[in-house]
């Protein structure tokens, strides 16, 4: 076939356009979701760890104060009692957030100031782990995440406000 014109395109090239757009459409389609298929990692530590913090703190966990006369518990309010007490805090771990003591994957410190109090009153959950992984958190094997929220504090029948600082420690893989 011969062009008559300068510059025109047969009417046949012109039909396969459409068609080399739509093919190249499907093949991306394809492989976007296959290797959406493959790659399943996701790291969702930083989402746990927040999770469980905002667990302890604003669920119903043994560190929140609950009245016992109306049987209602307070989300954001600690009772400062149990958390002096070591063996009411092991409650925390063992039954609440249903590991041992000893567990290997997850590590808490916090530092409870309360205000009119000079020195802060910290507390653990898994406190030798803590120790030997805080200095490993810049590794890619750990993760530490930082939260600070405003609290009350219920001691000796009285409401304090004043700041907790968690630090959660949690091993990744």
């Given at each position: 076939?011969?062009?008559k014109?300068?510059g025109?395109?047969?009417?046949?090239?012109l039909?396969?356009?459409?068609k080399?757009i739509?093919i190249?459409f499907?093949?991306?389609?394809?492989?976007?979701f296959?290797?959406?298929?493959?790659?399943?990692?996701?790291?969702?530590?930083k989402?746990e760890?927040?999770?469980?913090?905002?667990?302890?703190?604003?669920?119903?966990?043994?560190?929140?104060?609950?009245d016992?006369?109306?049987n209602?518990?307070?989300?954001?309010i600690?009772?400062?009692?149990?958390?002096k007490?070591?063996s009411?805090?092991d409650?925390l771990?063992?039954?609440?957030?249903?590991v041992?003591p000893?567990?290997g994957?997850i590590?808490l410190?916090?530092?409870?100031?309360?205000?009119?109090?000079?020195s802060p009153?910290?507390?653990?959950?898994?406190?030798?782990?803590?120790?030997?992984?805080?200095?490993l958190?810049?590794?890619?094997k750990y993760?530490?995440?930082?939260?600070?929220?405003n609290?009350l504090?219920?001691?000796n029948?009285?409401?304090?406000?004043?700041?907790?600082?968690?630090?959660?420690?949690?091993?990744v893989?």
């Amino acid at each position: 076939m011969r062009l008559k014109k300068r510059g025109s395109v047969p009417a046949h090239l012109l039909i396969y356009i459409p068609k080399i757009i739509f093919i190249m459409f499907v093949i991306g389609s394809i492989i976007f979701f296959v290797n959406m298929f493959i790659n399943t990692e996701a790291d969702t530590s930083k989402i746990e760890s927040s999770t469980l913090i905002n667990r302890v703190l604003f669920g119903i966990s043994p560190i929140s104060y609950c009245d016992k006369i109306i049987n209602r518990c307070y989300p954001g309010i600690i009772d400062y009692n149990i958390i002096k007490d070591k063996s009411k805090l092991d409650k925390l771990t063992s039954e609440y957030l249903k590991v041992t003591p000893d567990y290997g994957q997850i590590a808490l410190k916090g530092d409870i100031e309360l205000e009119g109090s000079n020195s802060p009153f910290s507390f653990y959950l898994n406190k030798n782990n803590y120790d030997s992984w805080y200095y490993l958190t810049y590794s890619s094997k750990y993760v530490l995440v930082e939260k600070e929220y405003n609290i009350l504090a219920f001691d000796n029948y009285k409401f304090t406000p004043g700041k907790i600082k968690m630090n959660f420690i949690m091993r990744v893989g």
